[in-house]
């Protein structure tokens, strides 16, 4: 049997000290197969997005294990952890989060670069041109629509060839046609790269698309998350 590209067991974390101390991650197990789509769900402040950026290594666990792609992410240092992430795993914020002063190709160049690319500037063309956006390349994220930056963002999630995708309410700032764009771009890339993609999102249309949900509540995986269908016309 495959081993699962993400592998959670009894992950604990507390966010805050003292009285302002939340317990926001609860005996967390969770296992994600190679290739597959998972969507997260739930209620705000269920614990989603916390959980996404353990996956990621963006925050350390305070008991448990936490596992991806075969890589033990708490027994490693902080910088070990960033080499890792830069390698393994893309990430798609709501807010796209480019760099304001960059224009699209060099925002696009900044993993390749890090990871030194023997070529950073013409692998980051092609993964803009793969996302539709092959005349904008000198556009600073000022001058792109919400939609083309989201395209801009997914092209550097890519761009280092990933084995998992993380999106955070990747269609969260968008109008509902642009998000639908957007969530296609997403699902046809990770599929034809075989990038296992895990997502936040309260869109129940989206979540409907993964393969799989699991429905978080109160910093818990529920036993069953509930059966989602997309609305049909």
């Known amino acids: 049997m495959t081993e699962p590209v993400i592998e959670l067991e009894d992950v604990s974390l ?6 302002s101390s939340v317990h926001v991650l609860k005996d967390v197990s969770l296992s994600v197969a190679r290739g ?10 269920s614990g989603k997005s916390t959980l996404l950026m353990v996956i990621a290594g963006l925050e350390r666990i305070d008991s ?3 596992r991806v792609d075969g890589t033990e992410l708490n027994r490693l240092g902080e910088d070990a952890v960033a080499a890792f992430r830069g390698r393994t795993i893309g990430i798609v914020f709501q807010s796209f989060h480019l760099i304001p002063n960059m224009t699209a190709l060099e925002n696009v160049a900044v993993p390749l670069e890090l990871a030194h690319h023997p070529d950073p500037f013409a692998a980051a063309e092609a993964e803009l041109a793969a996302v539709g956006l092959s005349g904008r390349l000198t556009h600073y994220p000022g001058e792109l629509s919400g939609g083309e930056q989201q395209r801009v963002a997914i092209a550097r999630a890519l761009a280092p060839a990933p084995a998992i995708l993380i ?3 990747p269609t969260g700032n968008l ?12 699902f046809a890339k990770a599929e034809e790269r075989g990038t296992s993609l895990v997502l936040v999102t309260h869109d129940p249309a989206l979540a409907a698309r993964c393969a799989r949900q699991v429905a978080m509540r109160s910093g818990r995986i529920e036993p069953t998350a509930p059966a989602i269908k997309a609305a049909t016309a």
């Open 175 to 186: 109008d509902q046609a642009t998000g639908r764009q957007i969530a296609d771009l997403l």
């Open 167 to 169: 999106a955070d309410e």
């Open 14 to 19: 507390t966010l805050g000290e003292g009285a």
């Open 36 to 45: 597959q789509s998972t969507a997260i769900i739930g209620p705000s402040g």
């Open 64 to 66: 448990g294990a936490v």
